[in-house]
Each structure stands twice: as C-alpha cells, then as structure tokens.
Nanobody, 116 residues
Framework: VQVVESGGGLVQTGGSLRLSCAAS????????MYWYRQTPGKQRELVAA???????TYADSVKGRFTISRDNVKSTMYLQMNSLKHEDTAVYYC???????????WGKGTLVTVSS
C-alpha cells in the first residue's frame, strides 16, 4: 500500500499549484480522500475532502480558491490551489479511507511554500 503526494514547491503570493495524490496497492476501492495540511507547532487541519461519488467539502479558509478532484480509475486525487496566500504555506498530506476494511492510510506529505 502506498500513498504518495507530489506537486509541492515554492510559489509567489497569488500564484497556483496543483497537488496530486496517487494511491496504489489498496485492498478495495477508496471511499473518501482528504487533503490535510500542517505547519510547525500547529495541529494538522482538514483542507478538503471528496467522496467516491464526487461530493466535496472545503475548509472555510480555502473556499473559492482550492478545488479538489479525483480519478477513481487511477485512484488519484488532485488539489488545484489558486490565489495562494502566505498562510497556505504548509506540508500537505493525503489521507484515504477504506470503509469496507475499516482502514485508512496517510502519505508522507509534500511541502508548499508561498513567498510574500
């Protein structure tokens, strides 16, 4: 089982980045996929989530700027981040839940740095 994030990097305020999360080796289909983020000294916070049916939810701080999507065939999730702010700087983590097996998995994260 692997969950691997990619797409992080350094971007200027107002810029855009697209994160990807690729899940492989899963014993069943993935029910819910999440993006979380964390900065030093703070708790990990939910950024966005998407169900297998395409229902989405967003943190208030990213609504209107971030868009979550997924490709169920490829078991891949994306996070399009636009109008980035300095406070979006964080390590972004992918989290997946498999209800049938009662399991969940985390990636190791990808760093997003927004320079002001």
């Amino acid at each position: 089982v692997q969950v691997v994030e990619s797409g992080g990097g350094l971007v200027q305020t107002g810029g855009s980045l697209r994160l990807s999360c690729a899940a492989s080796g899963m014993p069943s289909s993935i029910d819910v996929m999440y993006w979380y983020r964390q900065t030093p000294g703070k708790q990990r916070e939910l950024v966005a989530a998407i169900t297998s049916g395409g229902s989405t939810t967003y943190a208030d701080s990213v609504k209107g700027r971030f868009t979550i999507s997924r490709d169920n065939v490829k078991s891949t999730m994306y996070l399009q981040m636009n109008s980035l702010k300095h406070e979006d700087t964080a390590v972004y983590y992918c989290h997946v839940e498999l209800y049938y097996y009662g399991k969940d998995y985390w990636g190791k994260g990808t760093l997003v740095t927004v320079s002001s």
